[in-house]
């Protein structure tokens, strides 16, 4: 959502994927984990959700050195019933706990129409949007969810309970690119106020509040996030923040999420159990595929038909991300100033040769 | 949310549920269909959720009058896969269809640990709520969605596309009342927008919108909800609002919202084709029983345990349907004027009893 003037440079992108797999090789992940923390920022950082793209991977690289995440992790799988299952995802990066069990939720559903894999024993997964995408690639409508450690005020709390407890949602589309919604539970992602405050940027108001509860537009004295909904609505935000999660630490058997250890540290050494949970439907267990495709694509295009308000666009869920993923396919992934220096800094420590920077 | 004062007397919730149930089967409903609609109607008032409660009886009794729903349904499920099925409600009631569907997915959850059903054919359902806390009761983790005729703005669109399109979310706590979230995918349901109306009360800012797509707090104006997140957020309750939409049209091969005719007439002939979509989970799918429990309690006991905002209180989702529910079982099922006026209505009509009206 930054704008791109505020960025101080492009990197291709597979270019960018050769290096973070390179960093996280020296840093001691194995090829698995390397492949799926490198696939979920790229995809992120992609489609435009910078907040959880690229951006992270100095912090990954902490979390990895310091022990806090497995980077061989023996990921075991319990299938209890045919249609439900929890991973022990082993302090896994969340990226591989991620992929992983979306496609096992993915192959319960080709099975019996529908499949839920609850991820006990995680980390940070990035976007969720990733994982209900890879389901959609194939076919299914996915589902993904994860908590994390506080940031949101509950509707009418002092202090933060909840975390930004994203939902994701994806469904195929045939000959086009899929539904796709990403939303956190708050009004904004956390990791958006710290781009903000990065960029010097005022927050909208009524999304933010400081320590003592109040509500702020500065970026660098927000403490706590809003649920979706605000001051007035903020009961629906917290209520879906409820929803993932139970979905995503009671089911795995996990401590919730107000009792986390900060993802931001100082403590890098203990693995935090963050729960993740996967929903992945079959169409064809519900009707023929070719009366699905042909519903999707017909309320596609009722939605897409609608008429704008002077100087809006209307956007089926998607739409922005795919536009995105278009042009930085050709014009590279932006980095901002900070995210530059930290490329660098880290292709210095590490010994990598230094990303090819373009305006 | 209608304040109490604005009521015109109480009624006791038994006597209006033998009330309903009678005034159905004189306009030929049968018996399965008399009992899912007062019970969904009467778990909605003494809820609180008036606005999808008794309030509605003299409209479901037009249509049940004017055959655009059907009142001796022969429903059809077809289990296409161990953990879905499609459900034809034959143009029933939704309540009946609703209460069908949800207890297909909690035998399927039971087997396999997860079950969803599409329903296709049917109408109006009431309070989406009802049906998630079905499974809930049977310790099951619930889930209910619906689609509606449009209501509701895109986020950016100058006229409404999609319905207020529900999400509801029920889970077990043992030896206590379920967590129950029921919301509108809009900022407020627009059953609670004729309420308002009713009683000439101003709506809050920025969640509804004239015909022209300006927002208004003047109820008698409103002709369009805004999606959950105002004029800033709406792309995430618009997007919620399309995930509502593909699990319960596309799934159900049902037109989508934007396609249906509207709920309030004027044709009471010709039925909608309202989709729905239930999903049930079983916890022990994932976890052991005593874990996912002790883990719920854990939770709830930490956020009920939060120090709310100066005249504030914390409350986990459904907390306040809980204390309505106390009160209204006691008190009585109050009728706001409007309500009152037709259920005397109703009475001389169908030459019933009218009811005891309580101060």
Same mark, same amino acid.
């Given at each position: 959502m930054a704008e791109e003037q505020a960025f101080a440079c492009h990197v291709d992108a597979e270019e960018l994927r050769c290096f973070i797999e390179q960093a996280l090789e020296i840093r001691g992940a194995d090829e698995p984990s390397r492949q799926a923390v490198s696939r979920a920022l790229i995809t992120a950082s992609l489609m435009g959700t910078d907040s959880h793209g690229v951006r992270l991977l100095p912090h990954y690289l902490k979390a990895l050195s310091g022990g806090r995440? @497995? /980077?061989?992790p023996q990921l075991r799988l319990n299938r209890r019933l045919p249609g439900t299952a929890v991973l022990n995802?082993? @302090? #896994?990066f969340g990226h591989l706990a991620g992929y992983r069990a979306i496609q096992h939720a993915c192959d319960m559903a080709r099975e019996v129409g529908i499949g839920a894999v609850a991820v006990s024993h995680s980390s940070h997964f990035g976007a969720a949007g990733c994982y209900a995408l890879a389901a959609a690639e194939q076919g299914m409508i996915g589902m993904a969810m994860c908590n994390s450690d506080p940031f949101v005020l509950l509707h009418g709390s002092k202090r933060p309970f909840h975390g930004t407890n994203p939902i994701a949602f994806a469904a195929p589309v045939e000959g086009d690119n899929p539904l796709l919604l990403d939303m956190a539970?708050?009004?904004?992602?956390w990791n958006r106020v710290q781009q903000y405050a990065a960029i010097d940027r005022d927050l909208p108001p009524d999304i933010a509040a400081t320590t003592t509860g109040e509500t702020t537009t500065d970026a660098s004295q927000a403490e706590a996030l809003l649920p979706l909904?605000?001051? /007035?609505?903020g009961f629906k935000g917290a209520g879906l923040a409820s929803m993932v999660e139970v979905l995503s630490s009671m089911l795995a058997n996990m401590l919730n999420g107000f009792r986390l250890l900060p993802m #931001?540290?100082?403590?890098?050494?203990?693995?935090?159990g963050v729960g993740h949970f996967f929903l992945v439907m079959n169409p064809e267990g519900f009707t023929e595929r070719a009366y699905f495709q042909a519903r999707m694509q017909e309320y596609l295009s009722d939605l897409r038909g609608m008429e704008p308000v002077q100087g809006r666009q209307v956007m089926a869920p998607g739409d922005r991300e795919w536009e995105q993923r278009k042009r930085r396919s050709q014009q590279g992934i932006p980095l901002d100033w900070a995210q530059r220096d930290a490329y660098r800094d880290i292709a210095l420590q590490l010994g990598l040769e230094r990303l090819n920077e373009h305006p």
């Open positions: 995440i @497995n /980077g061989a995802a082993d @302090n #896994a539970t708050s009004a904004i992602p909904g605000g001051a /007035g609505f #931001a540290g100082p403590d890098m050494t203990t693995p935090r």
